[in-house]
């Protein structure tokens, strides 16, 4: 009768390979020490790729969240005329060269414009609003603040107010109410019940009653009215000059800004144009996920490379007498990529379960939380199924790779010099 | 050869002249280096089927080498071998690898089983090689070889669990487990004491006599060689075929090999 194992082998590995697999895994086995610490050095390299890759990956997560989740990620307008080049060059009749000055401009049809954006590929949310500069008073002292007026419940979508409120509320705002920032709400000495005064850069003017005052820790925030209050303040009747998108996908508002831009005439503006230097340095803490990982999977493949020119010297005399018995060069150097890839597959197992474990761990909420506060883990991280898929199988072929080398190293022997 | 055809292990029976397995014509070796060292200068041999064939020779005589070039381990300097019919210079790297599985079996002075092995394993490895798995019928055969030598209750034990003689018998039964047409064993009986070489040389004449396969074996026992069918001396290069007695008469000037034996 068969042993189990040969029976196992019988099923899973093809004939022609059963002979390499077999002695591949006995070298595996017999190999005590020397196997675990081939398979430690693949298994930290796949843990030190999960867990950085999880925390660069978090990190940017996390950042590119706390940038975008409080801004539009596209905002469609009326395009700011250019400015005009000077006519003639050698005979300049200004020194400077100025853009038109800064005035509201429709955007016709505003219904059609947002129902067309609803319908496109990564649009998540869409609000119509009237954004414009005014001054907010009470008493002497009129402070700047930008006014935008939007529906509540489609704006606290996109730029979520609501989670931000100090006091009072900001949905279901009703006509004569306003939401501003404790920055404004400190400066004119006012709190949630109280009233106060905006007049618009139209020179329109009325009086709100502080509904609720939020604070982003951002510096002097936008005073919030609804749609219909801003439209009067402004003078634009019923329109709107700008329009803001939410997105499924962040990195992809490059395409959405340029397919906005050819199906209307208005100007999309991607929030990466913005933040282009935010943008930059997340996608340097990508680039140096992959390199860390790059050189992780190359030093334990330096590491599995050398155990294995180790082994083949080891077996020299058996690789003699295995081609005394008719053993190919080929079955000579399968066996040895066999042994790496048995080293391979177990060891990336191991570090895909520890460096997940690690990182799960990490990412558990360690700090007290703050009273109003969700509690703060350690490290930011973010684990992600298909990267771990990713270090194993780079961490698969690394080694692979590594035990060519070796095994054709091994291959070459020859049988009356190993075994004179 | 199929590995599925099994032979009996009964006596082979010599009906006319056995067919000659392996033919060497003007075999020569030299070993390149600083200072070329000439070992074999033109061998002229013939080996048939069933007979059982001891090469003798002092030390460092090209005994080794020879062995090495019959089984294809080793390439000659000038000269031909032919194995089976087949001139081994016409083949390629497979084509000698199928050869040495098919159509020989190595016996050396160490044993070589492999320790990640049990003793049936170990036997099996030549077919295991090159068919990836031994057939039941293959399994059933080697391991009535592995009785026959005495190692029908070791077959699940590893290399190091046996003594020196157990495994040079493993050893045996591998050489001969692709039914190979010559077994050439290079001072099988060397690492081992007096009574385990003895009972080693009497496991390879019985199976010689069973099988019908031949055997060319190296030995510096004079008493083992004088038990073969045939003895080649190679003295400075050259070979010397002699009969038995003639042996017994030149051991005596064969001051080295007769202080090794």
Redesign the interface.
Known sequence: MKPFG?IVI?ALI??????EF??AM??L??GGLQTILTISAVATGVIIVVFITSLIFGLQNMMSVLLTESIPHVTVQVEDPKPKPIEDPNNPTSSRIEVSASRLKFIDNWDEVVTMLRGLPNVSDVAAVVSGQGFASKGANPIGVTVVGADPELLDVITPITRDLVSGRYKSLSSDEIVIDTELAKDLNVTVGERIRLTSSSNQADSFTVAGIYNRGQGRGSAYVTLRNAQSLFGLGTSVNIVYLKVHDIYAVDDLSNSIMALTKYEARPWTRDYSRNLTNMQMMGISAYLISAFSLIASAFAIASVLIVSVLQKS??I????????????ISTVFVFQGLGVAIIGSSVGAVVGTAIAYLLSLPTRPAVAGQEPLALFPVKIIPLYIGLAMLAAIITTVIAAVLPARRAAKLN??DV?R | MASTTSTPITEVIPIGDPPIVIETRGLKKTYFGKIDVPVLFGLDIEIRAREFLAIVGQSGSGKSTLL?IL?A??VPTAGTVLVNGVDISTLD??GL??????EVG?I?Q?H?L????TCLENAL??I??????ASDEDRERVLKLLERVGLGDQINKHPDEMSGGQNQRCAIV?ALA?QPKIVLADEPTGNLDSRSGAEVFEMMREMNRLSGVAFVMITHDDRLAQAADRILLIEDGNIVEITNDEHKKKVDRLTPVKELA
């Open positions: 040969d019988s093809p004939k022609a390979y059963r002979f077999r002695l006995r070298h086995l017999s005399a058996q003699g007498i295995l081609k005394s018995m008719g053993a190919r060069q080929s079955q049988p009356v075994m | 090495n089984g381990l080793d790297e497979d690898a199928r050869l040495r599985s098919d190595f050396f160490a070589y492999l320790d990640e092995f490895m030549p295991t090689i090159r068919h990836g798995e591998r692709n």
